[in-house]
């Protein structure tokens, strides 16, 4: 089965500052990669998706990178703001949209 | 206007002691989910229906059940909770089932947290 790593498990930034994830896959089948923002106690928000026939995708201060040679993909938060603090998930799937969670990581912006 | 509506938000049970949870969607989507996510851990899918055709993982106890009486609904059956069950269950949503077509993105419903006693 596929299996998603992430890193890193905690990150702090101060406000203003980017922020990058990175999660590597092992499945070269996998060909959807959603980005997930969970906050205290609330349910996992899709912020962002790249399917696997693109490189590159951005929606205002978020993008997403992927790399299907390397089997990775990362996200970029520019500009980060203190409502940014969450705990971020990436996934990948493949064939049957079985999404496969990173272990996901606990951002906080500093202001 | 929620899509994917949960409930209990909060449940509590005893341990042995069987539960139910719901999960109802307004978008009309083929494929439900249920998902487990313990404490500082990533959601784990337990199965999902597309449509009424059922598919469990293979790693998912035989202590849970689902049944998707229509369209949408669907249930979360724990027949026997252990304490080990405690957790927050998610339910999703998706139009398709199939990874790269524009339906495949999961909509979560906000969660049942369990608690066994």
């Known amino acids: 089965g596929e299996n998603v790593e992430q890193h890193p498990s905690t990150l702090s930034v101060q406000e203003g500052d980017s922020a990058v994830i990175k999660c590597t896959y092992s499945d070269s089948a996998s060909n959807y990669f959603p980005w997930y923002k969970q906050e205290l106690g609330k349910r996992p928000q899709l912020i962002i998706d790249?399917?696997?026939?693109?490189g590159e995708k951005k929606d205002q201060r978020i993008a997403v990178t992927l790399n299907k040679t390397a089997k990775h993909f990362s996200l970029h938060i520019t500009e980060t703001q203190p409502e940014d603090s969450a705990v971020y998930f990436c996934a990948a799937s493949g064939g049957a949209n079985n999404l496969f969670f990173g272990t996901g990581t606990r951002l906080t912006v500093i202001p | 206007d929620a899509m994917v509506i949960q409930n209990p938000r909060y449940q509590v049970t005893q341990f042995g002691k069987p539960v139910t949870l719901s999960c109802s969607q307004t978008l009309n989507h083929n494929v439900m989910y249920w998902y487990q996510q313990k404490s500082s851990q990533a959601p784990k899918l337990l199965f999902h229906y597309y449509d009424k055709d059922f598919n469990n993982e293979a790693d998912t106890p035989d202590n849970f059940q689902s049944r998707r009486p229509n369209t949408s609904f669907c249930f979360l059956d724990i027949r026997s909770p252990g304490l080990g069950d405690a957790a927050m269950y998610l339910c999703a949503t998706s139009r398709d089932r199939t990874s790269g077509s524009l339906g495949d993105t999961q909509y979560f419903g906000p969660g049942t947290r369990l608690t066994v006693l």
């Open positions: 790249i399917r696997s026939n693109v």
